[in-house]
């Protein structure tokens, strides 16, 4: 299926900043709480992501992440998950994290 560039900019991507990540046990997949900030236009918004693989709980905070902040909330247990946190699976089919590779203000859109 093609999608043309009108498609693309629905979309809206952003970079945001891991504030708060915890354990989610109640998940069927091993998977983490997250909380993340998109910068004062958007603010901080809560997600779960099956990241544990390649990432302990104690490194998240700080690091910088991709994520689709239009997608209207999804419920995912007992989580209310706000932003979809983007990734890519390795050759296992475990998700690496996309990030930018350079320090960026969290907010910034992805185009």
């Known amino acids: 299926m093609e999608a043309s560039f009108d498609d693309f900019l629905k979309l809206d991507i952003r970079v945001g900043r891991i504030t708060r990540a915890e354990p989610f046990p109640e998940a069927r997949k091993p998977a983490y709480r997250l909380w993340v900030d998109f910068g004062p236009e958007i603010g901080e918004r809560r997600s779960s992501a099956q990241i544990t693989v ?29 932003v979809l946190v983007l990734g890519v699976p390795d050759a296992n089919g475990d998700v690496v994290l996309m990030s930018p590779d350079k320090d960026v203000p969290p907010g910034g859109r992805m185009f």
């Open 54 to 82: 390649h990432y302990r709980l104690e490194d998240l905070p700080g690091r910088l992440v991709m994520g689709v902040v239009n997608f209207p909330p999804r419920q995912i247990g007992p989580v209310r998950s706000e």
